[in-house]
C-alpha cells in the first residue's frame, strides 16, 4: 500500500466544507475562489481542461464530488468510489482542496464554503440553463458570487468511455475500502486464521455436478444434430455438498444436513464428502433420483447440459428428521444452501428456520438460475448473498439500476449484511452502521480479482463459504467481502467444482498485495 509521506502528499487537500471554508476566509475575499463540481468518476481530458479553465480565473480551486449515495445515473455507478475518486482530484496540481458533497446537490456547500466563482462545463449552457443549473446559480449570485462556463467544444463522457473498456482498478479499489476502514491485507491473513475450528450446520440441496467431455465429429446431413465422440465424464459434488467442502477447506468444523437418493451418484456423494471431512448427515429417499447436472463439453464449449431431478417438497417426516437436527447439532454458524430441489420452498423454509437455536449465525443463500425461489423468505438473516438476476426476481424489479434495487432488498430482508453478487462486475454489499459510526460507508463496492476466468461455476458458494465465516470471526462485512471475492476469484480460475483451500486464498492475497505495494 502507499506509504504515510506519498499518501500526505496528496490526503491533506481532502477536506470538509467547512475545513474548506475556514481556510479560505469568508466572502469577499482576496484571494478569489472558484469551485467546480461533478461526479468525475473517471477523470478523463475533458475533466483536466475544465479544472486548468476554472483555475485560471481564481487563485484557490475547490473540487466538489457527489458522494457515491447520490449517483443514480447508469447501472453500476460509480464505477470508482468517493474516496478514490477524491483522491485521483487531490493528486493533480491544480486543484487545492477537494470536497466530498454528502447531498444530492452542491446547493448546501455553495452556501458554506461561498466562492466568488463556480465553475460549469460548456455542455450546461450552450442549450440554454438547465434547472439544476439556475437553483446553482442562484445560491451563488445570493451572496454575490458569479457562475462561469468554461469553454470547449468537445464533450467528454464518462459513461461512454467505461462501455467501451472499464478500467482495472480493483486493486485500488481494494485498498481505498482497506484504509477507510483501518484494515490492510494482515488483517485479511488474520481472519483466515480466526475462523479456523468454527462450528458450521450447513443445510440445502446436494447437486452432482458432471462434465462430459466429447471431440466434435460433426453435424448430421437430414437433420440439425451435432455429433461428438464421448472421451471421459467427470463428477463433482456440488450444491450444498461444494459449500461445505469450501467450508471444511476454509478450516471449519461442518455438518452437512441433505437428501440423496437411492442410487450409485448417492454413494459417490457419501463418500467424497466424507473422504472431505465432513460430518455427515444425509437422509436417504428412494422415491427421488439424487440430483444430477451433467454438461455436454466440446472443445471447450459447453453445448448441453442434461438434468436428472426431481423437485418435489420433501415430505412431512423428512421434515422433521431436518428439524431436529437443526434443534440438536451444536453450532456456531447455520448455512441454508438453497437450490430449490425439495428442501427449501414456502412451507419448509418457516419451521426450518425457527429450529434455528437461538445465537446462532444465520447465513442463506438462495439460487434461482432455472427454479423458482425467493431470497425474501429468509428474513432477518446475519448474510444473504444473492446475485443481481436474484435480487429482481425477488422484488419483481426488472428496471431500477443495481445499487437502489439492492438497498431495497437490503431493506426488505432485514438482513444485517447483503453481499449482491455481481458476476464479473465484482460485488456489492450492503451494511447497517450504527448512529456514532455516521462516517462509515454503509455500502461499498469490489471489482472481482479473477485474473483468467476458466469456469465461473461454484464461484459463489466459494464466496459465501468464505463470506460467511470472516463475517462470523471478525464481524467486518469489509473482511468478509474481500475474502469472499478473492475465493470466488480462485474458483473461477480453474473447472470444476473444486474447494478453496486457505493455502489457495493465501497465495491469491499475496499475490495482490505485491499489485498493491508495487513489490
Keep these: 500500500m502507499m506509504d504515510d509521506a506519498s499518501r500526505q502528499l496528496v490526503s491533506h487537500k481532502i477536506k470538509t466544507a467547512r475545513e474548506v471554508a475556514a481556510l479560505i476566509g469568508p466572502h469577499p475575499r482576496a484571494e478569489k475562489v472558484i469551485m467546480c463540481h461533478g461526479t468525475f468518476d473517471i477523470v478523463h481530458p475533458g475533466h483536466v481542461r475544465h479544472l486548468l479553465y476554472a483555475k485560471s480565473k481564481g487563485s484557490i480551486l475547490v473540487a466538489s464530488l457527489t458522494a457515491d449515495a447520490h449517483i443514480t445515473k447508469g447501472n453500476f455507478r460509480p464505477f470508482v468510489p468517493q474516496e478514490l475518486r477524491a483522491f485521483n482530484l487531490a493528486a493533480l496540481e491544480v486543484v487545492d482542496y477537494v470536497v466530498i458533497d454528502p447531498d444530492p446537490t452542491p446547493l448546501a456547500n455553495i452556501a458554506i464554503i461561498r466562492p466568488d466563482y463556480f465553475a460549469k462545463g460548456y455542455e450546461y449552457g450552450r442549450d440554454g440553463i438547465h434547472p439544476r443549473t439556475a437553483e446553482e446559480k442562484v445560491a451563488v449570485e445570493a451572496y454575490g458570487g458569479e457562475i462561469i462556463f468554461t469553454p470547449g467544444d468537445i464533450v467528454y463522457s464518462s459513461t461512454k468511455i467505461m462501455e467501451v473498456e472499464p478500467p482495472a482498478i480493483a486493486t485500488e479499489k481494494l485498498i481505498t475500502l482497506l484504509e477507510a476502514e483501518r484494515l490492510d491485507f494482515g488483517g485479511l491473513r488474520d481472519a483466515l486464521e480466526k475462523i479456523q475450528g468454527l462450528r458450521v450446520h450447513v443445510v440445502g440441496d446436494i447437486i452432482i455436478d458432471s462434465y462430459t467431455q466429447c471431440s466434435l465429429i460433426g453435424g448430421m446431413i437430414k437433420t440439425p444434430t451435432i455429433s461428438v465422440r464421448y472421451q471421459e465424464r467427470k463428477d463433482f459434488v456440488g450444491g450444498a455438498g461444494i459449500v461445505a467442502k469450501h467450508l471444511t477447506a476454509a478450516g471449519a468444523k461442518v455438518t452437512l444436513s441433505s437428501v440423496l437418493g437411492d442410487d450409485p451418484l448417492a454413494e459417490f456423494a457419501r463418500r467424497d464428502l466424507t473422504e472431505a471431512g465432513i460430518e455427515c448427515a444425509l437422509i ?148 447497517g452502521i450504527p448512529v456514532a459510526d455516521e462516517d462509515v460507508r454503509s455500502f461499498f463496492a469490489l471489482d472481482s480479482f479473477a485474473e483468467k476466468v476458466v469456469d465461473a461455476v461454484g464461484a459463489g458458494d466459494a464466496l459465501l463459504a468464505y463470506a460467511a465465516l470472516s463475517l462470523y470471526a471478525t464481524g467486518s462485512p469489509v473482511i468478509a467481502s474481500a475474502l469472499g471475492s478473492f475465493a470466488a476469484a480462485v474458483e473461477c480460475e480453474r473447472e470444476g467444482n473444486i474447494p478453496v483451500r486457505r493455502e489457495d486464498l493465501f497465495g491469491k492475497l499475496e499475490r495482490f498485495e505485491r499489485l498493491a505495494t508495487y513489490r
Excluded at 427421488?288 to 412431512?316: C, F, M, Q, W
Aim: proline share 5%; net charge positive.
Design 284 to 431: 436417504t429417499d428412494p422415491t427421488r433420483p439424487t440430483t444430477n447436472k451433467n454438461a455436454i463439453v466440446a472443445g471447450g464449449y459447453h453445448l448441453l447440459k442434461v438434468d436428472t431431478l426431481d423437485n418435489r417438497s420433501i415430505s412431512e417426516r423428512i421434515l422433521r428428521r431436518f428439524v431436529a437436527a437443526l434443534q440438536d447439532t451444536p453450532a456456531d454458524i447455520v448455512v441454508f444452501s438453497d437450490f430449490r430441489h425439495g428442501i427449501f420452498n414456502r412451507e419448509t423454509t418457516p419451521p426450518l428456520t425457527a429450529a434455528i437455536p437461538a445465537k446462532v449465525f444465520r447465513v442463506a443463500d438462495s439460487q434461482v438460475a432455472s427454479r423458482w425461489g425467493n431470497i425474501l423468505e429468509f428474513s432477518g438473516f446475519d448474510l444473504i448473498t444473492p446475485n443481481e438476476r436474484e435480487a429482481r426476481f425477488a422484488l419483481g424489479d426488472q428496471d431500477s439500476v443495481v445499487r437502489p434495487l439492492g438497498l431495497e432488498l437490503y431493506r426488505r430482508s432485514a438482513s444485517k449484511t447483503l453481499i449482491l453478487k455481481l458476476g464479473e462486475r465484482g460485488l456489492l454489499t450492503f451494511r
